[in-house]
């Protein structure tokens, strides 16, 4: 887990002490200098980036972006290039020491956004990436308004106790039918 050393973040880095989590803080709006530092605390050469307004990103997606990564010499392995999976579906692997090259490269703001430079100068970079099939990137299932939050506390609500065991398509189909 990564988050800011700024105060409104204190909450998460409690809660992460309260149950165990390793929690690196670092800058607020240098999210890839803060991963970065998380990964190297940890002597890590590799680091799955999911975003905290994403809780419901499906485990299976985790594991086939890992997969992908593990299948070629990666810098990085997604599922955003074409936006085929919901909002809040996202998970991106990254290569630390790519990561680096990708600072380097930076402009405006996109340190706070972590991989921009790789889509940008995708020909700098070793990248692949994997589709859902479904024409499912305009469903919303990250939580960017209180709208979105709500709408987010419904689905947990519905799916009750089987919320671990949802896919992808088990939650399209929830929000959807909400």
């Given at each position: 887990?990564?988050?800011?050393d700024?105060?409104?973040?204190?909450?998460?880095g409690?809660?992460?002490?309260?149950e165990?989590?390793?929690?690196?803080?670092?800058?607020?709006?240098?999210?890839?200098?803060?991963?970065?530092q998380?990964?190297?605390?940890?002597s890590a050469?590799?680091?799955v980036?999911?975003?905290?307004?994403?809780?419901?990103?499906?485990?299976?997606?985790?594991?086939?972006?890992?997969?992908?990564?593990?299948?070629?010499?990666?810098d990085?392995a997604?599922?955003?290039?074409?936006?085929?999976?919901?909002?809040?579906?996202?998970?991106?692997?990254?290569?630390?020491?790519?990561?680096?090259?990708?600072?380097?490269?930076?402009?405006?703001?996109?340190?706070?956004?972590?991989?921009?430079p790789?889509?940008?100068?995708?020909?700098?970079?070793?990248?692949?990436?994997?589709?859902?099939?479904?024409?499912?990137?305009?469903?919303?299932?990250?939580i960017?308004?209180?709208?979105d939050?709500?709408?987010?506390?419904?689905i947990?609500?519905?799916s009750?106790?089987?919320?671990?065991?949802?896919?992808?398509?088990?939650?399209?189909?929830?929000?959807?039918?909400?």
């Amino acid at each position: 887990m990564a988050t800011s050393d700024e105060p409104s973040d204190d909450a998460i880095g409690r809660f992460c002490e309260e149950e165990s989590v390793h929690c690196f803080r670092g800058p607020l709006n240098d999210t890839a200098e803060r991963c970065r530092q998380a990964a190297e605390r940890q002597s890590a050469d590799v680091f799955v980036r999911i975003s905290g307004d994403s809780p419901l990103i499906a485990p299976e997606l985790i594991d086939q972006a890992i997969g992908l990564y593990e299948a070629a010499e990666l810098d990085l392995a997604t599922n955003v290039i074409v936006r085929s999976f919901p909002r809040g579906m996202s998970v991106e692997v990254v290569r630390v020491a790519a990561l680096r090259r990708a600072q380097a490269m930076m402009v405006d703001g996109e340190a706070e956004h972590v991989t921009p430079p790789f889509y940008r100068r995708p020909e700098d970079f070793r990248i692949a990436s994997f589709a859902s099939g479904h024409a499912w990137g305009a469903v919303q299932l990250s939580i960017d308004t209180p709208d979105d939050f709500a709408m987010i506390e419904r689905i947990i609500t519905a799916s009750g106790d089987r919320l671990s065991e949802c896919t992808v398509a088990d939650l399209v189909k929830l929000r959807q039918s909400l």
